[in-house]
């Protein structure tokens, strides 16, 4: 009997969509005729693979109609949003806009006696395991500048968002992009584990939980398969007391409640100098009471469901234990009569909380944050470290220096200084500690797509 995968809406919990799983040999199959395409592919010229890439986008744009209601029906994001569109295209024009320089040789020497220089080679075929909380933004970091440096590219979605890997494909293959050379997949962990273990793939990126992270690391173990692994996060807001306290209170909490709080950098702990702690909850408060739970389909909700039952509960469980703890939770739950204890799940500020307890500590994912009161730098940067994952921190002053300082010192990948929860494809995205390893987008994410090749060419004797 073939095994088949289902997306369950978190609108209704009705079954969305649903496809077979492919068979191994078939999916290894698939793999194979994308390596021989990859050939051809590379030999184009770097030109004409950014002038089809650019056309693939293009094209996916214009189904923004059937992506953006396909998404609220999939993991719940409101449709006033608009989908993923302003990010997916920022990032992937200033991924094609660099390709040319940073893919180019490195020139060591070009003389009448040696031509010495380094090239950036393809890997081959390149894996994108794809998470469902931004599924066109997270898996076009990769395919954009992997299909440019030349490499063949598969994609496999989440089971949550089954069809966007699907979409994107077509999409790339009405554009041009030859179909042999783009591939979706539709596997469960068994199988997408073996073919990594078959060594299918030459390099893999993935996003996704620390547990998936570490399977994806066992079974490419001894293949010598290059990983980008993107992982869980924790991120960190401080507010200092010389913060402008409203343009804090709004960036930080649309970084904690924005898509339901299922964001890989989303905020889920704030640090707040001591002289600014009550005005800056009391604010927070009142914004967060003015989101609007509902109906990800209607224009008037600005706050979807979760993406699955099981996160929220996750979400529940970590609340209650809090509560049990001591914490106290500040937005009444009048106000969002919605909540139905299932995927639609009210968003929540608690105070009087610690590190003891597992919502400052565990990835939370979901709409709960968490804000202490601390008496200076040196306290924040202790909180703010104490945590085995390391994405994004969001410094809030009028100082860049003090920013700096503290930001040499914190434990993260990237450093905000009043922003949160945004990603520059001109800088590097990556993480330290248990959020994983690689990086994307940048020059560097190029790099990662493509290996070194060097060439010592001695042209006469000396």
Request: hydrophobic content about 40%; charged content about 20%; proline content about 5%.
């Amino acid at each position: 009997m073939t095994k088949t995968l289902q997306c369950i809406s978190p609108i209704d919990g009705s079954v969305y969509a649903e496809r077979p799983v492919m068979d191994p040999d078939k999916a290894a199959a698939l793999l194979g005729r994308a390596r021989h395409a990859q050939k051809a592919w590379a030999r184009r010229p770097l030109d004409e693979r950014i002038a089809l890439v650019n056309a693939g986008v293009a094209r996916l744009n214009e189904m923004a109609d059937e992506v953006v209601p396909e998404l609220a029906h999939m993991m719940g994001r409101p449709v006033r949003y608009g989908g993923e569109f302003g990010g997916m295209n920022e990032r992937s024009a200033y991924m094609a806009g660099i390709a040319a320089r940073a893919l180019a040789p490195i020139v060591i020497e070009d003389s009448e006696t040696f031509d010495r220089h380094i090239q950036r080679q393809p890997h081959g075929v390149v894996g994108v395991i794809a998470p469902w909380n931004y599924p066109y933004m997270t898996a076009m970091n990769t395919i954009v500048p992997g299909l440019i440096a030349g490499n063949a590219v598969a994609v496999k979605h989440a089971t949550q968002t089954l069809l966007v890997g699907e979409r994107i494909v077509r999409a790339f293959h009405e554009a041009g992009i030859p179909e042999e050379l783009f591939v979706n997949l539709f596997l469960d962990h068994q199988g997408t584990e073996a073919l990594i273990g078959a060594r299918a793939f030459d390099f893999v990126n993935f996003t996704g939980s620390v547990g998936g992270g570490r399977a994806i690391e066992r079974a490419a173990a001894g293949t010598f398969t290059g990983l980008g692994l993107e992982l869980g996060g924790k991120d960190p807001g401080y507010v200092m007391e010389d913060a402008d306290l409203d343009w804090a209170v709004d960036v930080l909490m649309d970084g904690a409640m924005y898509n339901a709080g299922q964001c890989c950098c989303g905020i889920e702990r704030i640090y707040v100098a001591a002289p600014l702690f009550d005005a800056f909850v009391e604010k927070s408060v009142d914004w967060v009471s003015k989101l609007k739970l509902g109906n990800p389909l209607s224009q008037e909700t600005t706050i979807g469901p979760m993406a699955n039952r099981r996160f929220a509960d996750m979400v529940r469980s970590q609340t209650g234990d809090a509560v049990a703890q001591g914490a106290r939770p500040l937005v009444d739950p009048k106000l969002f009569p919605e909540d139905d204890g299932g995927t639609y799940l009210m968003p929540q500020i608690l105070v009087d909380v610690n590190h003891q307890m597992r919502v400052m500590r565990e990835e939370t994912f979901g709409p709960l944050v968490g804000i202490m009161p601390v008496k200076d730098d040196a306290e924040a940067l202790t909180l703010m470290n104490d945590c085995e994952f390391g994405l994004t921190a969001s410094l809030w002053t009028a100082d860049p220096e003090r920013a700096a300082r503290l930001g040499a010192e914190i434990e993260t990948g990237t450093v905000f200084m009043n922003r949160a929860d945004y990603l520059d494809p001109a800088l590097c995205w990556t993480g330290c500690k248990n959020t994983g390893r690689g990086g994307a987008l940048s020059e560097i994410g190029y790099h990662n797509l493509t290996r070194p090749k060097s060439y010592h060419l001695r042209k006469k004797q000396a």
